[in-house]
């Protein structure tokens, strides 16, 4: 019988419940470090590593010469673990990061507050001189890990061609968006353990896999050339009041875009602070009615295919009927008898009429198709349109005449551009192209494969139109402003009127002015387009607000690009017919 009063049989009592309590835990002692340490161990490696993206190198963008136009530098990311971040710390630590990485102090508090999260991004882009800051204030859970952001050291310039990255990283306009695969390279991953610090240790060699760099690209544009066209579109937009304004630098021999500039403009380093409207280009993506710079398809098809010549005469009245309809010429004038390069130079819609009656509408049809109306140039850039040219089997009976002087179908304004380098060209369209070729990460280029080209029309016709366009930069013709001192310069104005979206008529929808031509004419190296998009102070007519920039633009041209002056005298342009 037990006896409370033994002593030492409660004392063996007392060290066999303690001995019990031992041998639970060693057991259990035992079971985590050999039979579930692995487990356990496992368990505790996750909380702490973590898989991280390396992003590539993203490749430059320059022009001809390599001067860039959107470059990448070294920058940081900032992060956090929320899972070791004391809830009494949340508030110090978004008073600090908020303002000095431009976040919203809600959305940073959201993030530092997550949840069962133990990796959460809160910036991107960071500068490095930043990122030191933050690692300097040694906030426990907060972190930073190297990436890149995406510089253009020009500004404004060349942006709607060029586009922008956005802040996660991905082309999102210009040909940073359309060519982002090629541009962004292919990212890499590491494996990194995360300290009570937040601070990451890279882990052994075999845990990480070396990002991709991607390649540069190297465009046709001359940066000293771009910042002229831009400057000069600019300050026309402005000084015309007009909506917006491009131009166009073309070599009608190979095809390659030398500058290619619009206004308004962006700066795509802080792309979110301007209009989503102005982030693309109009060149490409903005369909306008030629106008009368459209005229000279129509003149290649009846000078090609009517049995017309240049001093073929014609008898124009101010205005003539065709089915329900009254055309007319810009200005009133009595009944002329003009030469068909008088015609030209005058920019008769009426001459124009009487001429086109001399093909068929197929025929007419066909010519613009062959100069690229209606289908897209193929540039690489987003957003491009097509324009509209409908086949004839839709046209109306009134649509052919519309058509033959520039209204009735539309263009974007490299089309135009295209259809003045093929002229220029001697009737060969070379296809435009701005891409020049890629470069390594070795700096090794491999240029773009050659523009495809084709014969619009013949050598002799071209030389026709292209004499026929010097008259019209004689005081005779509608663009004496587009001549260029020492040089033979072709040229055509464009005075379109544009569609009220309102009533779907003509009426109080304002005008697109523009012009096109090329220098030196006997010898075509350069083309120049200029268009301006509904200009309301002063004239809105192509020869008084295109063409002066034209002559700005293509002088700064033919003297950096060190053409020299025309040696021969041009041909004497018969305006108006004799008899």
Same mark, same amino acid.
């Given at each position: 019988?037990?006896?409370?009063?033994?002593?030492?049989?409660?004392?063996?009592?007392?060290?066999?419940?303690?001995?019990?309590?031992?041998?639970?835990?060693?057991?259990?002692?035992?079971?985590?470090?050999?039979?579930?340490?692995?487990?356990?161990?496992?368990?505790?490696?996750?909380?702490?590593?973590?898989?991280?993206?390396?992003?590539? &190198?993203?490749?430059?963008?320059? @022009?001809?010469?390599?001067?860039?136009? #959107?470059?990448?530098?070294?920058?940081?990311?900032?992060?956090?673990?929320?899972?070791?971040?004391?809830?009494?710390?949340?508030?110090?630590?978004?008073?600090?990061?908020?303002?000095? &990485?431009?976040?919203?102090?809600?959305?940073?508090?959201?993030?530092?507050?997550?949840?069962?999260?133990?990796?959460?991004?809160?910036?991107?882009?960071?500068?490095?001189?930043?990122?030191?800051?933050?690692?300097?204030?040694?906030?426990?859970?907060?972190?930073?890990?190297?990436?890149?952001?995406?510089?253009?050291?020009?500004?404004?310039?060349?942006?709607?061609?060029?586009?922008?990255?956005?802040?996660?990283?991905?082309?999102?306009?210009?040909?940073?968006? #359309?060519?982002?695969?090629?541009?962004?390279?292919?990212?890499?991953?590491?494996? *990194?353990?995360?300290?009570?610090?937040?601070?990451?240790?890279?882990?052994?060699?075999?845990?990480?896999? #070396?990002?991709?760099?991607?390649?540069? *690209?190297?465009?046709?544009?001359?940066?000293? /050339?771009?910042?002229?066209?831009?400057?000069?579109?600019?300050?026309?937009?402005?000084?015309?009041?007009?909506?917006?304004?491009?131009?166009?630098?073309?070599?009608?021999?190979?095809?390659?875009?030398?500058?290619?500039?619009?206004?308004?403009?962006?700066?795509?380093?802080?792309?979110?602070?301007?209009?989503?409207?102005?982030?693309?280009?109009?060149?490409?993506?903005?369909?306008?009615?030629?106008?009368?710079?459209?005229?000279?398809?129509?003149?290649?098809?009846?000078?090609?295919?009517?049995?017309?010549?240049?001093?073929?005469?014609?008898?124009?009245?101010?205005?003539?009927?065709? =089915?329900?309809?009254?055309?007319?010429?810009?200005?009133?004038?009595?009944?002329?008898?003009?030469?068909?390069?008088?015609?030209?130079?005058?920019?008769?819609?009426?001459?124009?009429?009487?001429?086109?009656?001399?093909?068929?509408?197929?025929?007419? =049809?066909?010519?613009?198709?062959?100069?690229?109306?209606?289908?897209?140039?193929? &540039?690489? /850039?987003?957003?491009?349109?097509?324009?509209?040219?409908?086949?004839? $089997?839709?046209?109306?009976?009134?649509?052919?005449?519309?058509?033959?002087?520039?209204?009735?179908?539309?263009?974007?304004?490299?089309?135009?551009?295209?259809?003045?380098?093929?002229?220029?060209?001697?009737?060969?369209?070379?296809?435009?192209? &701005?891409?020049?070729?890629?470069? @390594?990460?070795?700096?090794?280029?491999?240029?773009?494969?050659?523009?495809?080209?084709?014969?619009?029309?013949?050598?002799?016709?071209?030389?026709?139109?292209?004499?026929?366009?010097?008259?019209?930069?004689?005081?005779?013709?509608?663009?004496?402003?587009?001549?260029?001192?020492?040089?033979? *310069?072709?040229?055509?104005?464009?005075?379109?009127?544009?569609?009220?979206?309102?009533?779907?008529? =003509?009426?109080?929808?304002?005008?697109?002015?523009?012009?096109?031509?090329?220098?030196?004419?006997?010898?075509?190296?350069?083309?120049?387009? *200029?268009?301006?998009?509904?200009?309301?102070?002063?004239?809105?007519? $192509?020869?008084?607000?295109?063409?002066?920039?034209?002559?700005?633009?293509?002088?700064?041209?033919?003297?950096?690009?060190?053409?020299?002056?025309?040696?021969?005298?041009?041909?004497?342009?018969?305006?108006?017919?004799?008899?």
């Amino acid at each position: 019988m037990f006896d409370r009063r033994d002593p030492l049989k409660r004392l063996n009592i007392g060290l066999l419940a303690v001995a019990f309590v031992l041998s639970l835990f060693a057991g259990r002692l035992v079971q985590l470090q050999t039979i579930d340490d692995d487990r356990y161990a496992e368990l505790a490696l996750r909380q702490r590593v973590k898989e991280i993206e390396l992003p590539a &190198l993203r490749g430059e963008i320059t @022009d001809a010469k390599g001067n860039p136009f #959107a470059m990448t530098v070294e920058a940081r990311s900032v992060f956090a673990d929320p899972s070791i971040i004391e809830p009494g710390k949340r508030q110090e630590i978004v008073n600090a990061l908020a303002p000095t &990485l431009g976040l919203d102090p809600a959305t940073v508090m959201k993030a530092v507050s997550k949840p069962d999260t133990q990796f959460v991004y809160l910036a991107h882009g960071v500068r490095p001189e930043k990122a030191r800051m933050v690692n300097d204030w040694g906030f426990a859970g907060i972190g930073t890990l190297p990436e890149y952001r995406r510089e253009y050291p020009n500004g404004s310039l060349a942006a709607s061609v060029i586009g922008f990255v956005n802040d996660s990283g991905k082309g999102a306009a210009g040909l940073e968006a #359309a060519m982002n695969d090629v541009l962004a390279g292919r990212d890499g991953r590491q494996r *990194v353990e995360l300290s009570l610090e937040g601070q990451h240790i890279p882990m052994g060699t075999d845990q990480k896999q #070396a990002p991709v760099p991607g390649r540069g *690209v190297r465009l046709t544009l001359l940066q000293d /050339l771009q910042y002229k066209a831009q400057q000069a579109i600019t300050e026309q937009v402005k000084a015309s009041n007009a909506e917006s304004g491009s131009v166009i630098v073309m070599d009608p021999r190979t095809g390659k875009i030398l500058a290619m500039a619009s206004a308004p403009g962006y700066d795509p380093n802080h792309y979110a602070e301007s209009d989503s409207s102005v982030w693309g280009s109009p060149i490409v993506q903005d369909a306008f009615e030629p106008g009368s710079t459209g005229k000279v398809a129509t003149a290649a098809a009846v000078l090609e295919h009517g049995g017309v010549a240049p001093h073929t005469p014609f008898v124009v009245p101010y205005q003539v009927s065709r =089915y329900d309809r009254v055309f007319h010429d810009s200005h009133p004038h009595p009944t002329e008898k003009l030469t068909f390069a008088g015609v030209l130079a005058q920019s008769s819609n009426v001459g124009t009429i009487l001429a086109s009656e001399q093909i068929t509408e197929e025929r007419l =049809y066909k010519t613009l198709r062959e100069f690229g109306f209606g289908e897209k140039t193929g &540039l690489n /850039l987003p957003g491009e349109t097509a324009g509209s040219l409908r086949p004839p $089997g839709k046209w109306s009976g009134v649509d052919r005449y519309t058509i033959a002087f520039g209204q009735g179908l539309s263009v974007n304004a490299l089309q135009m551009a295209s259809v003045y380098a093929t002229i220029a060209n001697g009737g060969v369209r070379v296809e435009p192209n &701005l891409v020049a070729g890629t470069v @390594d990460e070795d700096d090794e280029f491999d240029p773009a494969a050659e523009p495809e080209s084709s014969r619009v029309i013949s050598t002799r016709t071209a030389r026709q139109i292209s004499d026929m366009l010097e008259g019209v930069t004689t005081e005779e013709g509608t663009a004496p402003k587009a001549q260029i001192e020492g040089y033979r *310069v072709a040229g055509k104005t464009g005075t379109a009127e544009k569609i009220n979206p309102e009533t779907g008529g =003509y009426r109080g929808g304002g005008y697109v002015a523009s012009f096109a031509g090329f220098a030196p004419a006997d010898d075509p190296r350069l083309v120049v387009q *200029v268009v301006l998009d509904n200009p309301r102070r002063g004239s809105h007519y $192509g020869g008084d607000v295109a063409a002066p920039v034209f002559r700005e633009v293509m002088g700064f041209a033919l003297q950096t690009q060190k053409i020299p002056p025309t040696g021969s005298e041009p041909p004497k342009i018969q305006i108006r017919a004799r008899g």
